[in-house]
């Protein structure tokens, strides 16, 4: 069973360990989308040693479980290092940014307001 009416590259009806489901490639960020709306996005991260995302912000509070690995994230002024197995929460619209002293793999989810 492969379709879904809200999810998307993903298999359904199958249990999956979800960090096999992106691949680390040297000197990329590689993700994958498995759903967004207005109210809300899901996606698995794989980030290669070095990579990372530059400082931005996000319209609604973003949560990210960390799977593989460890990376470092900026929320505001305050550094995080965050381990697999470890959640960290960054709160719409304060500046963040994420960085792969060593490759990590993550997922993140963004909860929006739905109006």
Known sequence: MTQGRFMKNIEFAEPL???DLVDYQEGRVVSRTFAQTKAMSLTLFAFAAGEGLSTHTAAGDAFVQILDGEAS???GEKDV?????????M???VPHALHAAKQFKMLLVV?????
Do not use: C, M
Request: aromatic share 0%.
């Open 17 to 19: 360990i979800l960090a």
């Open 73 to 75: 994230i900026t929320i």
């Open 81 to 89: 290092v965050a381990r697999a197995g470890q959640v960290v929460v």
């Open 91 to 93: 709160p719409a619209e």
């Open 111 to 115: 909860v929006k307001a739905s109006d």
